[in-house]
T-cell receptor
Framework: DTGVSQNPRHKITKRGQNVTFRCDPISEHNRLYWYRQTLGQGPEFLTY????????KSRLLSDRFSAERPKGSFSTLEIQRTEQGDSAMYLC?????????????FGPGTRLTVL | TQLLEQSPQFLSIQEGENLTVYCNSSSVFSSLQWYRQEPGEGPVLLVT?????EVKKLKRLTFQFGDARKDSSLHITAAQPGDTGLYLCAGWISSNTGKLIFGQGTTLQVKP
């Protein structure tokens, strides 16, 4: 069990650029989640997948945000036309459906800074 | 409006003191979790409480789930500098959703 990994760990970009983050979940986990966290606050739910199906999306996920999990393994989160307000830590987590309680295991996050 | 309200939001204490962090809601949760997060890292699960009135102990940490499953508390006995971090409560409104709702967190600083 190598845990959840996220790449890159840090990303600095200029306003208006597109960025893409990758998350590799724990191998046997079938659910994958994305959260956004600003400094000193708790994570905010963005979206989650069960296998390759995207089951729920937050209203926080504007049209500029898109997430995919094409083969039900790793996932990508893309932000188009980044804005300074997108600066945050983007966290990925994974879990195994059927295990009670449903415990999510978090990756180290990708810190995005939009200049 | 936060569905889960944590208090206090910031706590600075001396090594050896006891403390309690509260997590409150007007909604019923099917279960609640407590996480600890260090700067630059993702949250790490400490405990999950499922049954109303449940009490769980993890070394010097005691977690309680309210009888009505709307609130929870985390008590730390004889705090140590290594306990410093952001403590987060999180829960599910329903067991059928994958959406985990977090409180805003309590930043704990334990001074040696």
């Amino acid at each position: 069990d190598t845990g959840v990994s996220q790449n890159p760990r840090h990303k600095i970009t200029k306003r208006g650029q597109n960025v893409t983050f990758r998350c590799d979940p724990i191998s046997e986990h079938n659910r994958l989640y994305w959260y956004r966290q600003t400094l000193g606050q708790g994570p905010e739910f963005l979206t989650y997948f069960q296998n390759e199906a995207q089951l729920e999306k937050s209203r926080l996920l504007s049209d500029r945000f898109s997430a995919e999990r094409p083969k039900g393994s790793f996932s990508t989160l893309e932000i188009q036309r980044t804005e300074q307000g997108d600066s945050a830590m983007y966290l990925c987590a994974s879990s195994l459906v059927g295990r009670q309680p449903n415990e999510q295991f978090f990756g180290p996050g990708t810190r995005l800074t939009v200049l | 409006t936060q569905l889960l309200e944590q208090s206090p939001q910031f706590l600075s204490i001396q090594e050896g003191e006891n403390l309690t962090v509260y997590c409150n809601s007007s909604s019923v949760f099917s279960s609640l979790q407590w996480y600890r997060q260090e700067p630059g890292e993702g949250p790490v699960l400490l405990v999950t409480v499922v049954t109303g009135g449940e009490v769980k102990k993890l070394k010097r940490l005691t977690f309680q789930f309210g009888d009505a499953r709307k609130d929870s508390s985390l008590h730390i006995t004889a705090a140590q500098p290594g306990d410093t971090g952001l403590y987060l409560c999180a829960g599910w409104i329903s067991s059928n959703t994958g959406k985990l709702i977090f409180g805003q967190g309590t930043t704990l600083q334990v001074k040696p």
